[in-house]
């Protein structure tokens, strides 16, 4: 299971980053962005000023583990095993166990009593106190803002994600911090139309979600992000990405695109002839994908790697989760002149 998925951030809140990170951060489900304004020894020159995402660091937050009998609409062992039941030593999907010591409550898998006698529970991303927990985390460790992952909600797992997206904006207005909608196209052949039905008559007709008071802006406008466009294993060719990018843009939002990790140069996981789209965003988050299963050397996207597509090195950021090795993430302007792009880590868990 992969969360994948921006913010432009100055080198001191990269202090608080690593300082931050050495905490609960495993079972967060997160990927972080971290731009810096270095460009090859010249001074970047923001094209926004700071605001909920510009300045600040961030958080992509996936919110998509459920158990059966948590009350959740899915009603299943979602993600944390393969097919959704019960979690066993032959039946896992997770890498690594969650310190669960701070939640309320656990759901009991198949698994036998872990090494401290204590018995082999995980959490329900659809409790509120674990989405609580998570959003103080953010607070107590200075994390500004949270992506929400949002996939097709026009499936089975559309009520859960509604569900999902009400205890993270309340997490959100508890804890002082700010979120955003991070649609992922998927899987979603429909996104075209579908996610725009999904913002008019959801998100804004029936719960207002821009209307919260820790609704992301930037620039004075709601924040949305659309993960997925431009690679080779995602839906949608040039002219349907560049449609949906200004539709949301003439909406009067701040669009942010999660691309591939070859934007540059429309290679590997790229499609070809995508540039003109991913500069119609306002601000990009190339992907860099790392886990601890895989050595840096064997992902192809080490530093060496990602200098020779960015032609900069600005800033270390942490992989947390599964991963663990750093990333370096770039800020330079773009064909249009927005300097606004964010370098985003994909965690695993």
Known sequence: MTGKSPCGCHEASLERLSQGFAFHSAQLAIL????????????????????????????????????????????????????????????IGIYSWPDMRQYARGFQTAFANLSNG?????????????????????????????????????????????GMTLKVRSAAETYQRKFYIMYDISGWDSFATQIKTDWTNYMLAQINITNSPAYAMQNGKPVVCIWGMGFTDRPGDAATCTEVINWFKAQGCYVIGGVPTWWRDSISDSKTN?????????????????????????????????????????????IISRASCPVIAGKRPRPDGCTETSCGTRSST
């Open 32 to 91: 972080i962005f971290v731009s810096a304004a270095l460009d090859s020894g010249r001074p970047a020159i923001a094209a926004s000023p700071p605001g909920d995402v510009v300045g600040k660091v961030s958080v992509g937050y996936q919110g998509w583990f459920a158990c059966t009998s948590d009350g959740s609409p899915i009603n299943a062992w979602w993600h944390w095993s393969p097919n959704s039941q019960t979690p066993s030593s032959t039946n």
């Open 118 to 162: 204590q018995p082999a529970t995980l959490f329900s991303s659809y409790d509120q106190q674990v989405v609580d927990t998570h959003f103080r985390w953010m607070q107590e460790n200075e994390i500004d803002t949270a992506a929400l992952q949002r996939f097709s909600p026009f499936g089975g797992e559309g009520p859960t994600r509604n």
């Open 274 to 318: 995508f540039l003109s789209v991913y500069t119609n965003f306002h601000m990009i988050s190339p992907l860099w994908w790392a886990d601890s299963t895989t050595p840096p050397a064997r992902t192809g996207i080490g530093p060496t790697s990602i200098r020779a597509t960015s032609r900069i090195a600005t800033a270390m950021a942490l």
